[in-house]
């Protein structure tokens, strides 16, 4: 034996190790390949010995040659054997070894089950580190359901370390088992609470990127989060946490609201780039997620802009990237934001970097308006003389053109200039997008009628030019626009000046260099341009030039006869022939040219994408019945070619065929018309499509405008584009004096009248009025058409199986499969037996063994019906949280809780603790009540501070503790409490009713902001509402700077009939210590058939002391402390004749004068609340047989004594 | 998640190749020369994200990545990362490679590349931020070693800096090995080893 040992280590020190490999590969260049073949035999050599170390170098070499890219997996059986090395070393190499080259399709990674099981559980932790870091690469479903209870239970283990590797590879887990993700959610869950920074920033981690596959699932959680986000300090967690939100707030926009002010507060404090523009990009979400137009959202929007300014002028690259990028989702809903920083923009067009360049001009693309699509495109032009390199410059051009033509062409004013951009574009040597620039050609000079004569112009040229284009036909892509020059020329040769001169151009033997089906397009072409010129001479009597022509194209089309294309071949033969046969009627004098002119006869016009759909099918007509029987199947065809003989199988397959066949003719069809869509030429089968349109109704016809040309066509010295940006610039000049005078007139007549109503009339760039009209039919879908999000999910997509509701109790059939004896059946469908997962993570204590025999089947019972009420539950809660609770804590107060109703304990241990002793309770309950009752009823008031309303609520059912609880913002309770809101009449008349609410700022300890919702009571429309009040000296409406105190702040909406809406004002107070008045008055205009009149409403916003007040919790030795320290000032009242029970008068000072219980005993409540301006406010409550006495302390006297009054008037309403 | 994370030199020789899904080997190889490709034409004073495609499958993906002397390190990512954070991330795994190897250069991550990916797999594990705390990664990255040394078997040979237990028999090792035996003469290679990259400054 020893002796083994002693030849081992003499086998190993002959052995090449890792280093020596890589020496000899290095050493090897010339022949690598050789050497390592010559190196993979001698590992094959090492992996046959019995030695362990031995295999492990070997298995150690191999994981580096899979780096240089062999294939290892033949030594998959090795490298497990490694993996099963005692050793730590060992063991080591093994695991990367398989986690570089194990996956799903390696068979004998089902041998590994059972060790990685035992290192799992290893009491080396890094032997159990090792192990999961392996897993998490190769884990297969079989390894996920058998080890996913042994990874679960890691995730309480002992070590930080082991912890939060554990709740990483949980998430592998779900994917590959997604049954483990419900049982194994809450103590996720739990973790996200963890004491260690390391594995709670896991766990946010793995329910981040549950989350965002599936959002909808984690709404519930967002409490939670929202209190992490507001606690946590780590911008690891902080980004992950508010990447997360942004995949939540589209699916709940109350979040949305609630998540601004927290979000701007770390976008306003924090110096981490990372985070701040993270931050950034889920306040755009959420603004995204917001229809409404609140008036502090456009504050948002300015700040995330000005802060993204800020990033895209840094020098570093990286920011200006995101920047840009986070730019481009502002673009998308706030277009105006981003246009004011144009400059900016542009100015990246200069950047080194083509990334940055590149998302510059995504942004263009948004920006562009009619006023400035000409600068923007004429800046895009220089970049397109100057840019290096034909990707960019490809790119660029693309984007000219999808800049011009984006949404029908909606933002160009003159099509001339544009016509003169395509032609200058056509100057770019070597681009790929000709086709791009013909597309574009042949769609401007077909839609818009007006330009077609100057189209031709530049068509002529550019044919006249085809030499230049066409000049290196191997890098052919921008002689397609020849393709579109023939065909304008030849479609529209009415507007040809010199139609022979373009003629001779199209018929020179050059033209037959160019690509087959160009030269197709000639062909054709030059007979519609030979037809109007023949047309043209003979009404002029020209006999002999007409001869000429015809002369002309019988000696030049005979090169086009030769052509290799069969299409050029055939065209050309057949016209030859046409021509041929033209000229000998000519010779004879017959005049022919109204006849060739009827070749071409009839106007193409532009057809709608969809049009063919608005047609509508006949009556009786079924276009998915079959014209023909239908041929079966090929397949069973062959095989049984005499189906007459099984005439009842036949029916039978006929039946189902047409099923399948519809969705098949309706995917062509689909094709089909798509194809038309995109086929410019495609006609309609009707001669006359004016009579058409009017035959069909829905399907508009655009009127065509003919405007007078009064340009002229050349201005030396100056590219051509650039004159008409000039010109246009002479034109809105024009347009706008001509305005400018209509106004005054205007105002003349309306002077007195209306005055507010005229200023509407600011210039805005609809205004400027295109020189052309785009002849062009909307697209429309019809109405049958059928939403595609269903048809972009993959099916095979991993993460839907992740798609589980995670609120739903766990049935039994759900836990996990637990560790057992290689029993396979059991293995797969564990049996009841089997205890809960939930179960078996807890310790059971010991009072809890004596029944749990008996109380087993019970408890289980109750659990689950506990849990079912708590699921729901759940929902109401986060309802709760973000429809009620007042406006988050900010950081600086660690007491704090932000979200009174779902509360989230605060630390975990606790929330541990109570769980096992609320199913403690229960089996009690169930059981025999035990002496320990009492104690545990004292400890558990100590823990009931920090308790969650859910669990409170849960444990409610037990009545004969009722009295004992606390409650934490009256909202607990067995009874349901009436709706409450909070929400009070401001003014009501009978076209708008307004309701109001006042939130103290904790941000800002002199400012309150009002909420207003308006309701629309009537059937008019109100709009341009303005609210102003009078301010005192006290309080006063915060305006927006330069306005004067007299000045009103206009309502950001408009209300349609029997619609309400929230907006919200803010007010700067100096003393809160009194309640106020103020008066104010609501403007606004109805508009209605009859037409609009001014209306006002008067009313008197009341600013009480308790909307000074911030819900604030509070812990109860906190609430001691305060008590003890003698400060406070004392007062105290009592109300008669309250018939209410204790939790409804609890709740309401809670909900309507923003307090919180701090602890509840029998029917004597402690409460607590805060003033913005930092007042600590404590009340004694006592509730007599009729009576209830309050007694209250608080810094101020005068507040005290006011709050104390609004008490007793709420009170006594009771 | 983190898809891929790859170091490669400045001819494109890969010296970590780590795939958080499974792709053949074949396949690796040619991610590998595609992202040598699209980051070589960039210089380094450009933006260090890139989108590359659908190169690693979904259109999603973004590539991230930070050029140290005669090293690229490139991480593959979704759009579940931060940009930002990743950039930060990749700082330090390299901070932490050069804490680890003491002054890190190419050549210990060629001849170290087991120990490189033990280091990583304490940064990332399964596509996921395991640890960002770089104390806290060296720690357990010396714990490990030094468990290692403790098994006294360390089969790829210690680092040449290490002293220690470990380190006597495989000088013996490689003192044997410079004997000029007949057999193996192709791994006599003394040159090497000691061979620096010149700037190192630059290599944080």
């Known amino acids: 034996m020893a002796l083994k040992m002693v030849k081992g280590s003499i086998d190993r020190m002959f052995d090449k190790n890792l280093q020596d490999l890589v020496r000899g590969i290095r050493n090897h260049k010339e022949d690598e390949a050789k050497y390592i073949s010559q190196c993979i035999d001698e590992i094959k050599q090492e992996l046959k010995q019995d030695n362990i170390a031995v295999k492990a170098n070997a298995v150690c070499k191999l994981t580096y040659l899979q780096m240089l890219g062999y294939d290892i997996s033949w030594a998959a059986f090795n490298i497990i054997e490694v993996m099963s090395a005692?050793?730590?070393?060992?063991?080591?190499?093994?695991?990367?070894?398989?986690?570089?080259?194990?996956?799903?399709?390696?068979?004998?990674?089902?041998?590994?089950?059972?060790?990685?099981?035992?290192?799992?559980s290893s009491p080396n932790q890094y032997d159990t580190g090792v192990a999961l870091t392996g897993l998490s690469c190769f884990v297969t479903p079989d390894l996920a359901r058998d080890l996913a209870n042994d990874i679960m239970t890691l995730?309480?283990?002992?070590?930080?370390?082991?912890?939060?590797?554990?709740?990483?590879?949980?998430?592998?887990?779900?994917?590959?088992?997604?049954?483990?993700?419900?049982?194994?959610?809450?103590?996720?869950?739990?973790?996200?609470?963890?004491?260690?920074?390391?594995?709670?920033?896991?766990?946010?981690?793995?329910?981040?990127?549950?989350?965002?596959?599936n959002p909808k699932n984690y709404l519930s959680l967002a409490p939670l989060f929202f209190k992490l986000m507001t606690s946590s300090t780590n911008n690891w967690v902080l980004?992950?946490?508010?990447?997360?939100?942004?995949?939540?707030?589209?699916?709940?926009p109350r979040l949305g609201k609630k998540l601004i002010e927290p979000l701007t507060n770390l976008i306003h404090s924090t110096s981490a780039m990372s985070l701040l523009y993270e931050c950034v990009n889920?306040?755009?979400?959420?603004?995204?997620?917001?229809?409404?137009?609140?008036?502090?959202?456009?504050?948002?929007?300015?700040?995330?802009?000005?802060?993204?300014?800020?990033?895209?002028?840094?020098?570093?690259?990286?920011?200006?990237?995101?920047?840009?990028?986070?730019?481009?989702?502002?673009?998308k809903t706030h277009p105006k934001s981003v246009q004011s920083h144009k400059d900016l923009i542009l100015q990246c067009l200069d950047d080194k970097d083509e990334s940055i360049r590149l998302r510059a001009l995504d942004l263009l693309y948004g920006m562009v308006s009619k006023k400035n699509l000409m600068e923007i495109v004429k800046k895009l032009m220089i970049h397109v003389d100057k840019a290096e390199g034909t990707t960019y410059r490809d790119e660029l051009l693309t984007k000219i053109i999808d800049i011009c033509s984006q949404s029908n062409y909606q933002y160009i004013t003159n099509f001339e200039w544009y016509i003169s951009i395509l032609v200058e574009l056509t100057r770019l040597e070597g681009t790929r997008h000709g086709h791009l620039i013909a597309a574009q050609m042949l769609d401007v000079a077909i839609r818009v009628k007006a330009i077609r004569k100057f189209a031709v112009s530049q068509m002529a040229m550019l044919l006249d030019n085809a030499h230049l284009i066409a000049s290196n036909t191997q890098r052919n892509g921008i002689c397609e626009v020849l393709y579109a020059a023939a065909w304008i020329c030849g479609e529209f040769s009415e507007h040809l000046e010199e139609a022979n001169q373009t003629l001779e151009a199209m018929l020179r033997p050059k033209v037959t260099t160019l690509p087959g089906h160009i030269q197709a397009v000639y062909v054709q072409n030059m007979v519609k341009l030979y037809a109007s010129i023949l047309q043209q001479k003979e009404q002029s009597g020209e006999k002999e030039a007409a001869q000429e022509i015809t002369q002309l194209m019988i000696e030049r089309l005979p090169q086009f006869v030769q052509s290799a294309d069969l299409e050029v071949q055939e065209r050309a033969s057949c016209i030859l022939q046409l021509i041929k046969y033209i000229q000998k009627l000519q010779i004879k004098e017959v005049p022919v040219a109204e006849e060739v002119i009827a070749l071409f006869a009839g106007e193409l016009n532009p057809v709608a994408p969809k049009a063919q759909k608005k047609v509508p099918v006949p009556e009786g007509l079924d276009l998915d019945a079959w014209i023909n029987e239908p041929p079966s199947d090929s397949e069973s065809e062959d095989e049984k070619p005499k189906t007459i003989f099984h005439d009842e199988e036949q029916r039978h397959s006929r039946h189902r065929q047409p099923e399948i066949d519809e969705e098949e003719l309706a995917r062509r069809r689909e094709a089909r018309k798509q194809e038309q869509a995109n086929n410019p030429f495609y006609i309609k089968s009707s001669p006359s499509p004016q009579k058409r349109y009017?035959?069909?109704?829905?399907?508009?016809?655009?009127?065509?405008?003919?405007i007078d040309l009064s340009v002229p066509l050349k201005v030396p010295g100056m590219p051509m584009s650039d004159q008409y940006v000039k010109l246009e610039e002479e034109r809105r000049h024009k347009q706008k004096l001509e305005k400018d005078k209509k106004k005054k007139k205007q105002k003349k007549e309306k002077r007195g009248k209306h005055h507010r109503h005229n200023s509407l009339h600011t210039e805005s760039e609809e205004d400027i009025a295109p020189a052309h009209h785009v002849d062009i039919i909307t697209e429309e879908m019809p109405e049958n058409a059928l939403p595609s999000d269903e048809d972009d999910k993959d099916p095979n997509d991993p993460y839907k199986a992740l798609d589980i509701d995670l609120d739903k109790p766990l049935a039994d059939s759900e836990k996990l499969p637990v560790q057992r004896h290689r029993n396979v059946e059991n293995l797969k469908s564990p049996d009841s037996e089997a205890p809960l997962v939930e179960k078996k993570s807890k310790k059971p204590k010991k009072k809890e063994k004596k029944h749990k025999e008996k109380e087993r089947e019970k408890g289980k019972k109750k659990e689950k019906k506990v849990v079912e009420e708590e699921d729901e539950k759940k929902g109401e809660d986060l309802d709760f949280w973000l429809s009620t609770a007042p406006p988050p804590a900010s950081t600086t107060q660690p007491q704090s809780e932000?979200?009174?109703?779902?509360?989230?304990?605060?630390?975990?241990?606790?929330?541990?603790?109570?769980?096992?002793?609320?199913r403690d309770e229960e089996e009690e309950d169930e059981g025999k009540k035990s002496s320990k009752h009492k104690k545990k009823k004292h400890k558990k008031e100590k823990e009931e501070k920090s308790k969650d309303k859910k669990k409170s609520k849960k444990k409610s059912h037990h009545s004969e503790e009722e009295t004992t609880e606390s409650v934490q913002n009256g909202t607990l309770d067995d009874e349901p409490l009436p709706p409450m809101s909070s929400y009070r009449l401001l003014a009501e008349n009978p076209y708008i009713k307004m309701t109001y609410d006042i939130q103290g700022n904790l941000q800002n300890d002199s400012q309150v902001t009002v909420s207003v919702i308006f309701e629309n009571k009537s059937t008019s429309f109100l709009k341009s509402m303005e609210l102003n009040v009078l301010d005192s000296l006290n309080t006063k409406m915060l305006r927006p700077e330069g306005s004067s105190v007299h000045d009103g702040i206009p309502v950001p909406f408009q209300l349609p009939p029997g619609i309400s809406n929230e907006a919200q004002f803010v007010f700067t107070?100096?003393?809160?210590?009194?309640?106020?008045?103020?008066?104010?008055?609501?403007?606004?205009?109805?508009k209605n058939d009859e037409g609009s009149t001014h209306e006002k409403l008067d009313f008197k916003l009341h600013f009480s002391c308790a909307s000074y007040l911030i819900t604030t919790p509070c812990y109860s030795d906190a609430f001691a402390k305060l008590l003890e320290s003698g400060d406070l000032h004392m007062s105290s009242i009592k109300v008669d004749g309250i018939s209410i029970s204790f939790q409804h008068l609890l709740a309401k000072i809670c909900f309507h004068h923003h307090f919180s219980v701090v602890e509840r005993v029998d029917s004597c409540a402690s409460m607590y609340s805060r003033s913005i301006q930092g007042h600590h406010v404590c009340l004694l409550v006592k509730k007599g047989e009729n009576s209830v006495s309050i007694d209250g302390k608080c810094n101020d006297s005068t507040l005290l004594s006011n709050l104390l009054d609004e008490m007793k008037e709420t009170l006594s309403k009771c | 998640m983190i898809n891929a994370?790859?170091?490669?030199?400045?001819?494109?020789?890969?010296?970590?190749?780590?795939?958080?899904?499974?792709?053949?080997?074949?396949?690796?190889?040619?991610?590998?020369?595609?992202?040598?490709?699209?980051?070589?034409?960039?210089?380094?004073?450009?933006?260090?994200?890139?989108?590359?495609?659908?190169?690693?499958?979904g259109s999603d993906y973004k590539l991230i990545y930070r050029h140290y002397a005669t090293l690229y390190f490139v991480f593959c990512v979704d759009s579940s990362e931060s940009e930002l954070g990743i950039l930060d991330l990749i700082q330090v795994f390299v901070e932490t490679l050069d804490k680890c190897f003491e002054n890190v250069c190419e050549l210990d991550l060629i001849f170290h590349m087991d120990k490189v990916h033990h280091i990583l797999q304490e940064v990332v594990i399964g596509g996921m931020v395991l640890e960002t705390n770089m104390n806290e990664i060296v720690a357990q990255v010396e714990a490990q070693s030094k468990l290692e040394k403790a098994e006294g078997l360390a089969v790829t040979g210690p680092s040449r800096r290490q002293g220690g237990l470990s380190a006597a028999p495989s000088r013996a090792v490689s003192a044997v090995k410079n004997i000029n035996l007949p057999e193996i003469p192709r791994n006599i290679n003394i040159g090497d080893i000691n061979i620096k990259v010149p700037n190192l400054s630059q290599f944080m």
């Open chain 1, 86 to 120: 005692s050793k730590f070393t060992f063991k080591r190499i093994g695991y990367l070894a398989a986690s570089q080259c194990f996956h799903e399709g390696t068979d004998v990674i089902m041998l590994t089950t059972n060790q990685i099981r035992k290192d799992l």
């Open chain 1, 155 to 213: 995730m309480s283990h002992t070590k930080p370390y082991i912890r939060k590797k554990a709740v990483l590879i949980m998430y592998k887990v779900f994917l590959k088992y997604p049954e483990s993700l419900r049982p194994a959610f809450p103590r996720l869950k739990e973790k996200l609470e963890d004491p260690d920074p390391g594995v709670q920033s896991a766990a946010v981690n793995v329910i981040c990127e549950l989350a965002r596959r």
């Open chain 1, 239 to 252: 980004i992950k946490i508010i990447k997360l939100f942004g995949a939540l707030t589209p699916l709940e």
């Open chain 1, 282 to 331: 889920t306040v755009i979400a959420v603004l995204i997620s917001l229809s409404s137009g609140m008036p502090n959202h456009s504050a948002s929007i300015q700040l995330c802009v000005q802060k993204l300014r800020i990033l895209i002028e840094d020098s570093d690259q990286n920011l200006k990237y995101l920047g840009l990028l986070a730019m481009s989702k502002i673009l």
């Open chain 1, 694 to 706: 009017q035959d069909t109704p829905g399907v508009e016809h655009i009127p065509v405008v003919q």
């Open chain 1, 898 to 918: 932000p979200e009174v109703g779902a509360a989230v304990v605060a630390e975990p241990q606790e929330v541990k603790k109570e769980e096992r002793e609320e």
């Open chain 1, 1069 to 1086: 107070l100096q003393s809160i210590v009194m309640a106020q008045k103020l008066k104010g008055t609501l403007s606004f205009i109805v």
């Open chain 2, 5 to 57: 994370i790859l170091v490669f030199n400045n001819h494109g020789k890969p010296r970590l190749v780590r795939f958080y899904q499974h792709l053949a080997e074949e396949v690796q190889q040619q991610i590998i020369r595609e992202t040598f490709h699209l980051v070589l034409k960039r210089d380094d004073h450009i933006c260090n994200f890139l989108e590359c495609g659908s190169l690693f499958g």
